[in-house]
Every structure is written in structure tokens, then in C-alpha cells.
């Protein structure tokens, strides 16, 4: 293992890349540099800049295959030492309690993995990943993965509502913006019907996820890039952790490296 590695999130929206030292032993572990790219259209030619010149062992997890070809090229042309390997759940060190765990996106399973590195034992925890689609998961009290749900984001449901209608523009909901509840014109109508959805569907599924669980209240964390929209409306105790599917797949790579 080398000294310093590479994790890659490759999104539907983004790209997320972070370095790790292989020896952080934080229960989540936290990247030394992260880089986001556009994933449809991604540039890796700033990575040139801020790459140690030593060799990097890559670890991915991609819901998005284009985009990670995409990547595994520029490795392969740019930092020909370099080695990619894509993740898959068979490699993650989390029990998959779930019909087919091989179908589940890899970034609920890694955030899944970070998510229970920092959970209290005794208490299952509430996984929302706030990205281009929102996910909201569950790991049990015994540290299962136990499934969840996946609802557009709020960026996805603005594309829909300006594709799919004649009039209605594509707009944002911007962060730490609270709208309105009652749009008084069309563009505030639209960011209070995107915003609030996005808040009410969540509080809902916490609500109805706890009432499944046996046992003490789970603890809710969120991560992505919504995250900072939503968890401050939600009536519940919350942390928000940056980069936790990165964290993940160092965690995995961390205990792959120990059973070795």
C-alpha cells in the first residue's frame, strides 16, 4: 500500500476526488485535498498542480461509468505508475442486508460505511446524502445496511419541472436561502415547491424509518451538497459530515489493508 492514496466519488452530477495518508487511523478518516470536477464534462488538468509527484493507489466507487472511464483514461495518460481500482460492495467492510446488495449504488454503501465508523454502537443510524438525488438509508443497530429510499434532489426535481413544462424556467435554490412559503410570482412558487418538498419529504421518511427501528432513536447525519439547505429545517438532532463517502472508501481501504 502506498503512502498516500486516492478516493474518487464519481456522482451523476460531479466527480469528488480526496487524498488520504494510509496512516490516518481516525475512526473517518478526513482527506488532505479534495477536488470536484463536472462529471459530464470533467477536468482533471488541475489535479497536475496539486498531485504529490509519488505513485497513487486509487480506490473508486462510480454510479456513473462513463465519467469513471473518463478518469481511469487521464490516469492512465497523465500518471502512468498509478493503479485504479473500482470498488464494488464485496470489497466495503459493511454487512448488506438487502435483496441485491450488488445493485445499490456504491455511494450509499460507502457513506454507509462512514456513517457507522462514527455511530454510537448501540444506535442505528440515518444516512441522508443530499446530492443530485437525495438518498435517505439506514444502518440497523447491528451494523447491517438495511436499505432506504432515493427521491430526486433538488437540482434534478428543477430540471424535470423546466424539461417537462413549456414555461417553467430551469432555476437553483440557492444555499443558506430559506424561500418564502408562499411564492407571491412563478419563480417563488417554484423555489418554495423545491425546497419544501426536498425538506418535507426527509422529515418524513425519518419519521417513518424511526418508527420501523426497534431500539434507542438513531442518529441522523447528513452529507452532500444540500446538506446545508436541509438539515437546519429538520426538528431533529443532526451532524453534517463533509466527504463522508470518501471517508468510506478510506475505511475500507484502511481494513483491507489490516486483514492483509
Known sequence: MNGIWGAVDVGNTSIHIGLFAADDTRPLPAPTIVYATASHEPNFSPLDDVLPSETIAWQIVSVNRPAQAALQAWVLTNRPGD???????????????????????MDRLAAAVGASAIRDAERPAIIIDAGSAITVDVVAANGSFIGGAIVPGMKMAARALAGQTDLLPEITVDVGEVPTAIGTDTLAAMRSGLYYSAVGGVRELIARFTAQLDGPAPQII????????????????SETIDHLVLGGVAIAVRTAKEAS
Do not use: M, N, S, Y
Request: charged share 20%.
Open 222 to 237: 447528513f452529507a452532500g451538497g444540500d446538506a446545508a439547505k436541509l438539515a437546519p429545517q429538520l426538528d431533529v438532532a
Open 83 to 105: 493503479t485504479c481500482r473500482v470498488l464494488t460492495h464485496a470489497d466495503l467492510p459493511l454487512p448488506i442486508a438487502v435483496t441485491a446488495p450488488e445493485k445499490v449504488g
